[in-house]
């Protein structure tokens, strides 16, 4: 609460050459605070990373707030509930099975039960941190190269990823030198490389590179019904930064 005042004081204090006796007190306040801050933050638990809260949630949470602060009398706990429910949105979330980023540089495996883990190389990092946000774990891992684990069905090698999802095989094909293989055994097929589409049929692929050059990111979800893709265009939308002309919208679509 003296910092500030400590501020005042140093400037009325500049004219005369001893703006230093406002200063070094409000140095020591200073140090004081950020070392409250660093010890705060290490303690266990000060961190929690929770998933994403969905935009219905959102809105019932801030209704509910405005309406137990603004309102007066008993009415006001009324908010109570729709701030709790907002709260417990979090936990209708399901997050994507796989996500692949603007350019196909970077994807990530949601595993479940914690676990996630990313393609390999340097860069995106920036991306790697929201997306681990995202999953809210605490601990990204590599892609695993020692075949197909017992207790994650995933297996990896240069040339892509194999992995069951929900009774079904999903194949992530980073060399065209497996794609002849991969989509003749797998249910649905994900090309992060550029492959003839006469190698795939049945409607096995998912997302290929056009896809992704055409829509951006993507989130894929595999369901009962079939997989799910969101894309970064479609949450875009048609704004008047990222229009594009109508002879190229006809192409692309």
Not at 106 to 116: D, K, M, P, Q, Y
Not at 180 to 189: F, G, Y
Not at 228 to 252: A, C, F, H, M, N
């Amino acid at each position: 609460m003296w910092i500030m005042p400590l501020g005042i004081l140093s400037f009325l204090l500049m004219p005369l050459g001893l703006e230093s006796l406002g200063l070094v007190p409000m140095g020591w306040g200073i140090s004081t605070v950020l070392w409250i801050a660093d010890s705060v933050a290490a303690l266990p638990g000060a961190v929690a990373l929770v998933p994403p809260m969905p935009t219905a949630g959102l809105a019932i949470l801030s209704l509910g707030a405005i309406w137990a602060c603004v309102l007066r009398g008993r009415i006001r706990l009324y908010g109570l509930p729709a701030v709790a429910a907002g709260l417990l949105s979090i936990l209708a979330v399901t997050p994507p099975d796989v996500i692949i980023n603007r350019d196909g540089g970077l994807v990530a495996i949601n595993l479940g039960a914690g676990r996630l883990v990313m393609s390999p190389g340097a860069g995106n990092n920036f991306e790697r941190d929201m997306w681990q946000r995202r999953f809210a774990v605490e601990e990204v891992a590599p892609w695993p190269s020692s075949g197909i684990e017992a207790t994650a069905p995933i297996g990896c090698d240069p040339t892509g990823c194999i992995l069951a999802i929900g009774g079904e095989t999903v194949a992530l094909v980073t060399e065209p030198a497996s794609a002849t293989e991969d989509c003749a055994h797998a249910d649905h097929v994900i090309l992060l490389t550029r492959v003839a589409r006469r190698m795939c049929g049945d409607g096995k692929v998912v997302v290929s590179t056009f896809h992704i050059w055409r829509d951006g990111a993507h989130a894929i979800r595999f369901t009962r019904q079939g997989p799910v893709v969101e894309t970064s265009r479609e949450r875009r939308g048609d704004r008047p930064w990222s229009r594009i002309s109508e002879k190229r919208r006809q192409y692309l679509d």
